[in-house]
Nanobody
Framework: QVQLVESGGGSVQPGGSLRLSCVIS????????MAWYRQAPGKQRELVAS???????NYADSVKGRFTISRDNAKNTVSLQMNSLQPEDTAVYYC????????WGQGTQVTVSS
């Protein structure tokens, strides 16, 4: 069974950066698209970024130009580099496939405030 463990969250001021990591205990080579999602308080979980096994990336309009997704199939990791963070980026961040068919991990909290 594939398990997802996210890390790297924290509290930063607006304009700051964080790098999230997701370690996948199981082989992901057969998962075409891996993705990062986030859920803010009182809101539905939303797709933030995805990346195909071939390297094609897609981003939500709200994070384009600020976030970068990457994956390392050999190391079973998916990362999200987040720059120029804004208060509206505050949320719990999760990784999963796209579609999200794997069991959700615990997520990692990102808080952006001054």
């Amino acid at each position: 069974q594939v398990q997802l463990v996210e890390s790297g969250g924290g509290s930063v001021q607006p304009g700051g950066s964080l790098r999230l990591s997701c370690v996948i205990s199981g082989r992901i080579f057969n998962i075409n698209r891996m993705a990062w999602y986030r859920q803010a308080p009182g809101k539905q979980r939303e797709l933030v970024a995805s990346m195909s096994s071939g390297g094609i990336t897609n981003y939500a309009d709200s994070v384009k130009g600020r976030f970068t997704i990457s994956r390392d199939n050999a190391k079973n990791t998916v990362s999200l580099q987040m720059n120029s963070l804004q208060p509206e980026d505050t949320a719990v961040y999760y990784c999963n496939g796209l579609p999200a068919l794997l069991s959700w991990g615990q997520g990692t909290q990102v808080t952006v405030s001054s």
